[in-house]
Structures are given as structure tokens and as C-alpha cells.
């Protein structure tokens, strides 16, 4: 994902930016488990964006960011995403000095984010009770059916549970994300660290 991610911010720039970013109002990371408490330093922060971006205007949520300021001359602002799919990207810059060296630690704003639908940026939801619910590999025509059937179960619990975020959990729409974080941290150039 975070290739594709990178290829599509760079392919769609600024003509996917909100007409008007507000700018991070930093403060302290509020302790959340199971998440690890962040490092000393360490601030947290929300970016508003729209759940669909070709309805801009529309329903809105909130894109959680964190922040390890440059320690020494700031060279530039450093957008972090660990990949997976699916893990926090602002967990990692929470522990910023166990993740990072000190030449990246000295000279950027290393700035992580949650991607839409994972951690504290509006995360998926499902049944629980379909979540548990373990299968062995299918070695029959039925067992297949049964899992397919769970399976598809599973989806629309995660739909109607999420809500309209479900359908919009694309990379396009992360790549959105990432110029609207932009935008707020009023970052005319970001760099860009995409993991997987």
C-alpha cells in the first residue's frame, strides 16, 4: 500500500487539497491503550478530512497525527507510514527515538499519522462475534461455502458497523489524507517514508 500511497501523492499533488486546512493545534498525546505511552516531547494532534473526497463538503472525521520536532536545524518535515496495511503510523513517531536515528531525529519534524479506518483515525468496526470465529484451512467444497458465506457476513457487519468511512478506505483517499496534512502543518514540501 504505502507504495502505491507515495506514487499517488506524487501523481495527484495539490489539486487534491481541501480548499482551506486548518493548522494542527498541537498538544500533549493523551495516554491511550494498548497503544505505549509517547516519549518525552511528543505531540499529538488531529487533521479533519472528508470521509468522501469528491464530496469535499460532506461528513467529515479526524486523521490523528503525532509529532517529534527537529531537535536541532530543522532541514525539513518528515510524513512517516509504517504500511502493514493496517498498523498506526503515529505510534512509531510517538517512540521516535527508539525508531529513528539521530541524524533524522536532529534535523526533521517527523510527523506520523493513523491512516482512515486504523487506530484513532475512525477505525473499523465489525461484529465481534464474526471477528473470533476461527476457520481451518477449507479441504472440502462445503467448508469453502461456509467460509465464504463468514466471510461475506463479516464485510457487511464491518460496513453497516463503520459506517460510509467503509467504502472510502482506498489509497486514493489516503493519499488526499496525506496533502491535507500537509496543508495544516503549512509544509509547502513534505518528505515521504512509506514502509511495508
Known amino acids: 500500500m504505502t507504495k502505491l500511497l507515495l506514487a499517488a501523492v506524487l501523481s495527484l499533488g495539490g489539486a487534491l487539497a481541501p480548499q482551506s486546512a486548518s493548522a494542527v493545534q498541537w498538544e500533549k498525546c493523551p495516554p491511550d491503550p494498548p497503544y505505549p505511552a509517547p516519549g518525552e516531547g511528543i505531540e499529538c494532534g ?12 460532506g461528513e467529515q472525521i479526524k486523521v490523528f497525527v503525532s509529532r517529534s520536532k527537529a531537535r536541532k536545524q530543522k532541514l525539513g518535515t518528515l510524513v512517516t507510514n509504517p504500511g502493514g496495511p493496517g498498523n498506526p503510523g ?13 541524524e533524522i531525529l536532529d534535523s526533521f519534524d517527523i510527523i506520523g499519522f493513523d491512516p482512515r479506518g486504523i487506530g484513532r483515525s475512525h477505525p ?12 481451518t484451512p477449507p479441504a472440502t467444497q462445503t467448508a469453502w461455502n461456509e467460509l465464504v458465506a463468514h466471510n461475506r457476513r463479516l464485510g457487511e457487519s464491518c460496513r ?11 489509497t486514493r483517499s489516503v493519499a488526499r489524507d496525506v496533502e491535507a496534512i500537509r496543508r495544516a502543518l503549512g509544509a509547502e514540501k513534505i518528505s515521504f517514508l512509506g514502509q511495508s
Open 160 to 170: 453497516k458497523k463503520t459506517g460510509p468511512l467503509f467504502d472510502h478506505l482506498d
Open 46 to 57: 488531529t487533521v479533519k478530512v472528508p470521509v468522501n473526497w469528491s464530496l469535499p463538503g
Open 90 to 102: 503515529a505510534t512509531p513517531v510517538m517512540m521516535a527515538p527508539e525508531e529513528f536515528p539521530d
Open 124 to 135: 473499523i468496526q465489525c461484529d465481534d462475534t464474526l471477528m473470533t470465529k476461527t476457520f
